[in-house]
C-alpha cells in the first residue's frame, strides 16, 4: 500500500476550479472575437441564432439523453489509456451531423422554412422541451433501461412532437413581419412572449437541477418521478413570476430574458460545473443551496456590467442595419449560443483537452462538504 503511486495527472494546466477558470477565459475571448466581431450583424442575427438553436437541441439529446455514447464518458468508451483529443473529434462530428440533418429536415422536407427567424422562435421551444425532459426528468423512465441512443432516439421523438403541437396550438406571430403570412397559427401566445417565459423556466431548471445551484434542493428525496413533478411545477411557476414580474416593473422583455434569465443559466453551469461551487462547498443542502445561489446572483450582475460594454459596438452595428436585435439578444446570443455550449461541448466530448480532466457535474455531492 505504501508504494502505491498517486494517479498520474492528465493535461497541463492546474487541475479542478482553476483549470475550469481558464477554460472559461480562454473560450470566452474567443467566442467573443470570432462569433461576434469576425461575422457580419446580418448572420449574426438572421442565420447563426437561429441556427444555434437547432444546435443546442442537437447538444443536449448527446449529453443529457445519449450520454456521450459511443466515444466520450459516462456511456462511451473512453478511459485514461485513450485519446481524449480522438474522442473529442469524434463526438464534435457527430454534433455536427445531427445538427445539420435537423436543419436539413425542417428546410426541406418539414416545415420547409429558410433558415431565420422562426427557428428561433421553434428553436425555444424545442430546447426548452429537450431541457426539460433531459435536465429535470432525467431521461425519466427511458435512461438505463434502454441503449445511451435509444434513450436519445425516444427523447428526441418526444421533444419534436411536443414542439410541433405547441407551435402549431398554442403560439401566434401577431406583432411581428410574420403576422399576416400562413405561419402564423393564430394561437393563444404570442411567439416573442413565449420565448421569454421559456428561457425563464429554464433557468430554474438549472437552479433546480440535481447538479447545478440547489444540487436538487428541495425534491432529492422524492425520487422519480415525483422530483421532476415537483421541479417542473415549481420552474414554470417562478418563470411565470419573474418574466410576467420583470415586464410589470418595466424593464425591457429582451433584458429580462436574454440579460437576465439567459446569465441565470449560464452561471448555473458555470459557477456549479466549471468552478465546482467555489467559495460554498464547506456547506451542505440547504446553505449550499442558498450560498450559491446567492453567488450566482451577484456575478450575474458583475457579469452584465461587463459584458454590455464589450458588446456595446457589435450591438450599435446591429442597430445601424436596422435588424431585429439589440445588445441583450448579444448576451444570450453569447451565453446560450456560443461560450455556454462550447464549454459543455469541451467538458462532455473533449474532457477539457489540452488542460486538466474536468470534474463530473455535480461534485462534490450536497451531503459532503469538501
Known amino acids: 500500500m505504501g508504494n502505491e503511486k498517486p494517479p498520474e495527472k492528465i493535461g497541463i494546466g492546474p487541475a479542478g ?9 480562454i473560450l470566452t475571448i474567443v467566442g467573443i472575437i470570432i462569433f461576434v466581431y469576425c461575422l457580419s450583424p446580418a448572420s ?34 473512453w478511459t485514461p489509456a485513450k485519446s481524449r483529443f480522438s474522442a473529442g473529434i469524434g463526438m464534435t462530428i457527430l454534433w455536427a451531423i445531427f445538427t445539420f440533418a435537423i436543419l436539413l ?9 429558410p433558415v ?13 422541451a429537450t431541457l426539460l425532459y ?32 405547441i407551435w402549431n ?8 413581419p410574420l403576422a399576416d403570412t400562413p405561419m402564423n397559427h393564430k394561437g393563444p401566445l404570442n411567439a ?6 421559456l428561457v425563464w423556466s429554464i433557468a430554474w431548471f438549472f437552479v433546480f437541477s440535481p447538479v447545478f445551484t440547489t444540487q436538487g434542493w428541495p425534491f432529492g428525496k422524492w425520487g422519480q418521478p415525483g422530483a421532476a413533478i415537483g421541479q417542473t411545477i415549481l420552474a414554470h411557476i417562478l418563470g411565470y413570476i419573474f418574466w410576467k414580474g420583470s415586464l410589470g416593473l418595466g424593464l425591457s422583455p429582451t433584458f429580462s430574458f436574454a440579460a437576465v434569465g439567459s446569465s441565470l443559466i449560464f452561471w448555473s453551469l458555470v459557477y456549479c460545473w466549471h468552478l465546482q461551487f467555489w467559495g460554498v462547498t464547506k456547506f451542505t443542502f440547504f446553505k449550499r443551496a442558498l450560498s450559491a445561489f446567492i453567488i450566482q446572483v451577484i456575478i450575474i450582475v458583475i457579469w452584465i456590467i461587463i459584458i454590455r460594454p464589450i458588446l456595446g459596438p457589435a450591438a450599435s452595428a446591429i442597430a445601424a442595419a436596422k435588424l431585429p436585435a439589440d445588445v441583450n439578444i ?17 467538458n462532455a466530448f473533449w474532457l477539457r483537452w489540452p488542460l486538466t480532466l474536468p470534474n463530473p457535474p455535480g461534485t462534490p455531492p450536497p451531503d459532503q462538504a469538501a
Open 192 to 197: 416573442d412572449w413565449l420565448v421569454g417565459y
Open 105 to 113: 429536415f425542417m428546410k426541406f422536407i418539414y416545415p420547409k422554412w
Open 44 to 77: 449574426i442575427v438572421l442565420k447563426i441564432i437561429p441556427a444555434t438553436l437547432i444546435m443546442l437541441i442537437a447538444l443536449g439529446h448527446l449529453v443529457l439523453l445519449g450520454d456521450n455514447w459511443p466515444w466520450a464518458p459516462p456511456g462511451g468508451n
Open 169 to 176: 396550438l398554442l403560439t401566434n406571430l401577431n406583432g411581428t
Open 330 to 346: 448579444l448576451i444570450i446570443y453569447l451565453n446560450l449560443c456560443i461560450v455556454g455550449p462550447a464549454l459543455i461541448a469541451h
Open 134 to 165: 433531459g435536465v429535470v426528468w432525467g431521461g425519466w423512465p427511458f435512461k438505463g433501461k434502454l441503449h445511451p441512443w435509444g434513450t436519445m432516439a425516444i427523447s428526441f421523438i418526444i421533444v419534436m412532437a411536443v414542439s410541433i403541437l
Open 17 to 25: 476550479r482553476l483549470g475550469g477558470l481558464i477554460q472559461f477565459i
Open 116 to 128: 431565420g427567424p422562426l427557428y428561433l422562435w421553434f428553436g425555444v421551444i424545442g430546447f426548452w
